[in-house]
């Protein structure tokens, strides 16, 4: 969070719209391939130069050009201009501390997604920026690195599997949201798994890594939350917007990525509230065994405490100390103590204390 | 709750609208059964396969397709195909693991909701899938196992009881959410006979097992509240619907039942509000509980500790101690260690400590 | 609050529209009072069987009729026959467990209220049920029992009173609504008081009743709460609603109950705050009396420590120990344990710890 | 807030648009006072009977009369009769516990707002209610008792300072409430500099002074808050309303007056982090000052428990402890001891516990 | 916050539209500059008069007039009359404690924003009033002092860097709010700088500073918050507006600039979280070392409070103490007392309170 306003500043007094490549550069080099089909024919090929994309423009077919890497902004450039993009698009594509987001410049809408990765040694949830730009009959994606969530989108396309060949780059984009949506799943699902580790760690006696623990989860969900929470209003808007770029029967399958981003967002929260209520739990039985600590060393003190003043009180050197000399003095101390003793312990016993 | 993410993410990567049973295989074989009628005539059966249903469905009478188990994804896609469902509606059927929802197709609608049981021996509200489709003369619902909350509907049916048999398949629609409906009432029943049971058990000594036991019924109320929130939404946006299958006189009955999810919600939350309080009772009681132990051993241990000294002086071994070779020391140090111990007593009391 | 899930379950598989009395049965028999009223005459008499009432349906007179008592279903059911109401006013009526509300049934305007009373000797908020039917010349009400808050109203009708005479129905269900909000009034008086007493009540020392008088005052807050609140949206609909059973000169007149409900929902408010700033000054001051104690005790024990240590050492039987012998030994160590002793208080009492 | 509860319920029973006087008689005789204004005269007098306003009342100039006191409900029953106002209207200015609200009765706009003042001797926050009704060509004001808030007004008046005299009775009715409004911040300022005063008080040592203090200053701002809360939808409904009474030179500086009430919700809030943020910090320096008081105790106690001991077992009397007899024991015992103290001195200072 | 309350109270009692400076006079002298552009030339001067603005008035050129200082009301008011402006806007500008606030007056629309800075050697957040005011050829900008955040603007002005010279008064009013916004991300850098620095203070253990860094920090971020929070509405009821000043393709920038707020909110938000989860750590870090040093100190008391006493037994000073003459008495006692000792050590370590 702290990164995100560090990088931003950067940009601070430029002219809107101007390039900017805002982000950590996470690809060795820019890297663009490119998938062109209708329902009888597939091309795919990775081009060498952004420049080999431009001739599938003026095709009907579905041009499908996905760009990894963003620290190029000559490539970014030369797309913008070729599909005649706003400058404030390329802007956000290239400043990778957006918001998601939804906008739609009639020719074209662009959206900003975030995709959620867990960094494997720690609970760190990584967004990366995924910026969608279609038209009527092109989906260009930019992402920070190469990633294997839109293979098997490529794999459907391939072999015409479900309805995807059928349709028009509406669809297309919807499933590249969808496929971001659903990663989402397995996100939550590693969270999921760490909340379960940490609730069953509870059981036998608490461990002090568990505050830690809940504060990262607690961070990684927040975290999360910021990247799923606009999702929402951003599918909703799609869904309800009157873009004629966005067809009937693909409004039917954004509602469902809709249904699923609610679902997503339901299950941070209750998440949330597992986290919340592991730290109560915590918390409580913390202050529960030292509150048992204290009461029982105290219960000992005030027992040895009067008797060690009985003992005290026939140390006394006083010359005329009758009970010094009694035969049976001792003895009876013994019992005196023994009782006080056992008087004391049962009071407490009453008293439930013990 | 972690259960639902893991279960979903099997379904990632697959095409929408592809057929995927998600969820335990709660029942061991499909069984299908179907009840058909009009004001005149009912007829009831049990199907061997699902082709037999398929008759019905150009008659005029109203036709209630019930299929228990949702693991032969063949049924699923044979009804989908007879009836004309949407691909999602058929993945939302198999896919038990999502919110209640409610979709209208325009030739049908599509509900999802959530039967509730509370298994015996534990707290856990388990959650049920139950889904409909209905079009203008048909009914399907598919529940994960057999249940009984319907056998009163099929009752109705046969007898002729109510209005049921002279109303068409919306009217149907309705009385199965309103039996889901009314039997939330059951489940949040037997949630505050527990909600009593520990209130009652808070009043002579808090217990260690309060804590948890909130903890359990603040989870299967969380878990609860996930369920019949949404359905607030939507049997409102049922009611007040423009779809052409929901009648005006069934109209007025889906407003019955939205009052009574309004109801079930307004307890949940009653409900949540008595726990929260239990838990503060609880903890305020036990922290009075300790407080009270540490006041009265402290007390005990601040009036021996100056008498103790007094007795170590005149432990002392010093040659020249005037006092102690005096005739009346030991009884003056009695009278001094009484004098003492009574003034502090009287003075913790006077400060109202003791 | 546990109550309400136990009763309405009762009714869990019966069709909708059955009437099924849930409730105690707080009345000994029903009694139904009539008083039929124009301008120019009013008749008031109390009727042995219902039947007597529906001669006045047909009288262009505004017809009064009140219903004590809701066990006997007959009775309600009759009354439904006669004046043509929908089988789900009838289940309302009988159901005494349901939310307020307001329904628009064209014909006639179905409202459902809580009158709420103090039980004399404890806390406890007491909410009865009291439905109005109302249509063009008629209004009833049922009352689970025989109650005086409608006593002004047969008193203002009876007198010619203000306008109530000059105007229709509508102004009558107006005014039996406005009464019931009234009364609210008075509840909220006697809560008030109790939370006033509470209050003054902390002021010298806290006292441990404190604690469970707060919770059931908090407990009868969010029972006027939930009986209250819905209110605000049933007299809001009432008022903007395009009924033509309520005339506009009757409008104004519900926007001022509307304003009073706001009021009644504000003092709530008020008093929830009241409350729980009463619990947090007594958690407060019971952690800052504990605190007090412990701090003078600890530091009598602090004192005393180790002065006895010092009369320990002297206490030992060492056979060289030159000051045992010393001539003023004793002496001096008296001044040491006294300079010790007043030491401490003074670093005590610089510090502030004292 | 209490007081609310129980003046009110006196009109209890009473028909609607019943004058009944509820509030404290703050004026010892109602005060009328009259001007009337166009641009070119100003006529100014205060009145005897208040027969003698009406003939203002048919011409076209601005009339404005003011009403100091409220006991005397014959005074504005005459009132009403004469300009024709609704019974509810005067109901309303004769209830001085209603919540600020504003009411259009087509012929006339009728007006409820809160006057705060500050008692001097305490925190409380007073609030005096003022109803504004206004129609075309005159404004009548009702205040409990003779203020001078309005004082101002009636000086721009006189002066013809500002464009008082240029606009008609909407403006005045503006000017009124802005003045009130403006005085509410007289209120937040003497609020803001207690809450200033009690944040330096924190800083050297919490005193027990605080407690209180916050708590009636939270009081103070509760209450204060209601009385402002509503007055946003108050103002805003004005500004937006449709009504003819309020004429769009007007509406731009009502907008000006919602703008204000804004900064005065804003200024309430963020006196309420405050003193909230002050509690905080009191609480937690008062338990972190309770802290150190118990470590450096208990630590002393600590380490002279076991010095204690050491000495207790060399002031046994068993005959044969060889230790007693030899040369140097004595010296060594107190080698013993110091050195005892010092390493556990040490230690607690590496475990950073001094 | 105080600081508000305690400057608008001056301006009390003052018609509306009275111009009145509110706030600190930061600059020495006012200082007015002037740009005047379109797409082929640029003008700039700094004037001595306000007067010599004027004639730029009627160019169809776009003209800029920076105004530096409040406090010198006439020149205020001269350019006031000279471009029409009404009253309340000229007391906006002059009264620096607004609202962040958007008003169309047709003719031009004003509107008021916040410019943060840090101060240099405390947490501080400081707020500067920016109010601008445009019309179809011209801006005004009023600022309290001398800044230069604008500076890069005038800088593409010059240079016609962007589009800024090919566009209107609407662009370049967006172009000065864009500046504006982008600063605040400067500020959030510092305090996100400063949050990261508490947050790593942390971990090795809990400083006492923290506590009021914490504080402070909160108190920036709550009037960052302020300053910010309004500006949501203000810039989407711009961008929402149907003013005639503002052209379609600078509603693209606005909407680029509201997505910056949102994220300045968000980021706030995440700040905020933070720093409340900073302090619970610190909280709860400061009661576990606490409970841990109380812990292992009583333990320590624990095991000598039963050991002295055995001592205390055999330093009684009886004639018949059997024991007191065996000749391995002293040798058992302390085989006894070391055996206590380490089965009480055992004990604890097997609770696991060690």
Redesign the interface.
């Known amino acids: 969070?702290?990164r995100?306003?560090?990088k931003?500043?950067q940009?601070?007094?430029l002219?809107?719209?101007?390039l900017f490549h805002v982000g950590e550069r996470k690809a060795e080099s820019v890297r663009v391939t490119i998938i062109d089909y209708d329902q009888a024919n597939v091309e795919e090929k990775e081009v060498k130069s952004v420049d080999e994309c431009f001739p599938f423009k003026d095709k009907p077919s579905v041009t499908w050009i996905n760009v990894d890497g963003l620290h190029d902004l000559e490539v970014i450039e030369k797309i913008g201009t070729a599909f005649g993009l706003?400058p404030?698009i390329l802007e956000g594509i290239a400043n990778t501390?957006?918001?998601p987001?939804m906008?739609d410049?009639e020719q074209h809408i662009f959206v900003v997604l975030k995709m959620l990765y867990t960094e494997k040694e720690d609970d760190e949830v990584v967004a990366e920026q995924v910026s969608l730009v279609f038209g009527s009959n092109f989906v260009i994606s930019f992402q920070e690195r190469t990633g294997d969530v839109f293979e098997?989108i490529r794999e459907?396309i391939r072999n015409a599997?479900?309805?995807?060949r059928k349709m028009g780059s509406d669809y297309l984009a919807y499933?590249l949201i969808?496929?971001i949506v659903?990663?989402y799943?397995?996100v939550?699902?590693k969270l999921?798994?760490k909340?379960?580790i940490l609730e069953e760690g509870l059981l036998p006696?608490p461990k002090?890594e568990t505050?830690p623990a809940t504060?990262g989860l607690?961070?990684a969900l927040?975290s999360l939350r910021?990247s799923v929470w606009p999702l929402r209003e951003v599918i909703s808007g799609f869904e309800r917007g009157d873009s004629a770029l966005i067809k009937k029967p693909t409004r039917?399958?954004l509602?469902?990525v809709y249904?699923h981003t609610?679902?997503v967002i339901?299950?941070i929260e209750?998440?949330r509230?597992?986290v919340s209520?592991i730290l109560d739990?915590y918390?409580?039985?913390?202050s529960?065994r030292?509150?048992e600590?204290?009461?029982v060393?105290?219960?000992?003190?005030?027992i040895?405490?009067?008797?060690?003043?009985i003992?005290?009180?026939?140390?006394?050197?006083?010359?005329?100390?009758p009970?010094?000399?009694?035969?049976?003095?001792?003895a009876i101390?013994w019992i005196v103590?023994i009782g006080v003793g056992v008087l004391m312990l049962s009071y407490f016993r009453r008293?439930?204390?013990l």
Do not use: C
């Open positions: 969070m702290v995100i306003t560090k931003t500043s940009t601070i007094g002219p809107p719209g101007t706003h404030l501390e957006q918001r987001k906008e410049y098997q459907r599997k479900g309805r995807i499933s969808d496929a659903d990663n799943f397995i939550l699902e999921g798994d909340v379960e006696t002090p505050l504060q607690k961070r927040i910021r039917v399958y509602r469902d249904d609610i679902q339901d299950t209750a998440l509230d597992m209520s739990i918390l409580s039985s913390i529960n030292m509150n600590v204290m009461k060393l105290t219960i000992i003190a005030t040895f405490i009067p008797l060690t003043f003992a005290g009180i026939y140390g006394m050197n006083f010359e005329y100390m009970e010094l000399k009694w035969r049976y003095s001792y101390i103590i008293k439930r204390w």
